[in-house]
């Protein structure tokens, strides 16, 4: 197969890829992988963003605000926090920690960064913080477009920790 066929298939099945996982899955060398991603991205076949330790690939078409939800997507904490906030609706702090088994440190963190891009919002309500999803729809099209298996993933999960009690 075409290698640069190949990168935008696996880039399209995997918006927000990361260069290390292209890496893996084609056994491509970082030179070689390099030469041909910068290709893609000079033709304007792919959108590339670069950060500080790493560069993400996505198929052209996903706005600016489906690639911040995806990269939250693509990571395991987040994510976890996000699909407890689907099931949830509302929920508070501890429920979320309690939830994704993480440390308050680490969920606190990404409860930060979820807010501050405003995919999750928080609500007082008589005294006690409440976290919630703000576009709950885009979250639903978003994990429905890019990433179907996470519902799936999640009531898995959730069948799991009924199990184990």
Do not use: C, W
């Not at 075409?2 to 880039?11: F, K, P, S, V, Y």
């Not at 099209?141 to 799991?160: C, F, G, R, V």
């Amino acid at each position: 197969m075409d290698r640069d066929l190949q990168l935008i298939e696996i880039i399209e099945k995997n918006p927000g890829i990361k260069f290390r996982e292209i890496m893996r899955e084609t056994g491509m060398k970082n030179g070689v992988l390099s030469y041909y991603t910068r290709k893609l991205e000079k033709i304007g076949v792919v959108k590339v963003e670069r950060s500080p330790r790493q560069t993400r690939f996505f198929p052209l078409g996903i706005t600016g605000e489906e690639s911040v939800l995806i990269k939250y997507l693509r990571q395991e904490t987040p994510r976890q926090i996000l699909l407890s906030l689907l099931d949830e609706k509302e929920i508070t702090f501890n429920n979320i920690v309690e939830k994704v088994k993480k440390s308050q440190s680490t969920v606190s963190i990404y409860l930060s960064q979820l807010t501050k891009n405003n995919i999750v919002e928080i609500k007082i309500i008589e005294f006690k913080k409440f976290f919630y999803i703000k576009d709950q729809e885009m979250i639903q099209k978003a994990i429905n477009k890019y990433h179907p298996t996470l519902i799936e993933k999640s009531a898995d999960n959730l069948a799991d920790i009924f199990n184990s009690l």
